[in-house]
């Protein structure tokens, strides 16, 4: 697939997804019924973050991560979700920047705008903007946002650096980039490394820790750090695989350590003809 045939393929399964939380019954292992019961994106918020948020707000999650449990985000900062989804990252930003900030999502799939703003209406939250666009072009100013945020979306892009570029360029001179995402680490064999990632969702194919270090290094990103957040066993994935004609007993020594969620985090450097400005435009201090 081309990297606009990725993105149709995406569109298309986030479009299913988003009618799904309006439609299906019950939810069985976890909050997440948009995406079917799995291990990936069950059990990812605890109950003091969801317990204020609209029921399909939690039940439309898909990320691999929380972000916003890990991201240092403080009262009076801009905030952008790249995938924003069903909204649930973007409306717990909201609440932690309060009402001097603003969180942004950003998300290409009209039925999931349409979700995450009906969420938005629901938790009567006024500092919130999803914006419609593609993580590849993001519809927002050079140096305007002091947070990036995403869950499990940047593994679905065809193009990794021009996401990385474009989210540096958003950010303002000291900016922090604090993502989830679906990353391997080591060598995985090619035909496994398929079949796993086609469990895990990851369309266009996620990238190898060490790989994603670099493409954030090329980007211009400074003190870069992958933590990982939720490592994968083989025995996750047993049913799909063994349907798929794979010999899950043969394959799990293989892969076994491999796939994992993580937490990647980032920093804009602040050029020197930057400093003054930079420090005197800190939020809180020009009141
Ligand atoms: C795995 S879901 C994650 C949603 C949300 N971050 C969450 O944690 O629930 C991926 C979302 O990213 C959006 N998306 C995927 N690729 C995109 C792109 N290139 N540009 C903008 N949005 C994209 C999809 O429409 C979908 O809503």
Redo the contacts with the bound molecule.
């Keep these: 697939m081309d990297a606009s045939e990725v993105?149709e393929a995406?569109?298309e399964?986030?479009?299913a997804?988003?009618r799904a939380v309006n439609t299906a019954e019950g939810s069985c292992c976890g909050p997440s019924k948009?995406?079917g019961c799995d291990a990936i994106?069950s059990n990812?918020y605890d109950t003091t973050q969801t317990d204020a948020l609209p029921e399909t707000a939690v039940l439309?999650?898909?990320?691999?991560g929380n972000p916003t449990a890990l991201a240092q985000l403080s009262p009076g900062e801009t905030v952008l979700?790249?995938?924003?989804?069903?909204?649930?990252?973007v409306l717990l930003s909201a609440r932690r920047v309060g009402p001097t900030g603003k969180a942004y999502g950003?998300?290409?799939?009209d039925e999931?705008l349409a979700l995450a703003r009906e969420n938005q209406r629901k938790a009567g939250v006024e500092n919130v903007e999803f914006l419609k666009?593609?993580?590849?072009n993001i519809p927002l100013p050079d140096n305007s946002v002091d947070v990036i945020i995403?869950?499990?979306?940047i593994n679905?892009?065809?193009d990794k650096d021009r996401?990385l570029r474009e989210a540096i360029r958003v950010l303002k001179p000291g900016g922090r980039f604090a993502v989830?995402d679906v990353v391997t680490r080591g060598e995985v064999p090619a035909e496994m490394r398929e079949k796993v990632l086609l469990w895990v969702?990851c369309i266009a194919g996620a990238l190898r820790d060490k790989e994603y270090e670099d493409k954030l290094a090329k980007a211009g990103f400074q003190s870069i750090g992958i933590e990982p957040t939720r490592v994968y066993a083989v025995e996750d994935a047993r049913e799909l695989l063994a349907g798929k004609g794979v010999d899950v007993d043969a394959l799990a020594p293989l892969v076994e350590g491999k796939f994992m969620s993580a937490f990647i985090r980032a920093v804009k450097p602040v050029k020197e003809t930057e400093k003054t400005t930079a420090t005197c435009c800190a939020p809180g201090c020009c009141g």
């Design positions: 993105k995406v569109r399964k986030y479009t997804a988003a948009a995406s994106t990812l439309a999650s898909l990320g691999c979700d790249l995938g924003s989804g069903g909204g649930i990252d950003l998300d290409m799939t999931m666009g593609e993580i590849e995403s869950n499990c979306v679905l892009s065809g996401v989830s969702g």
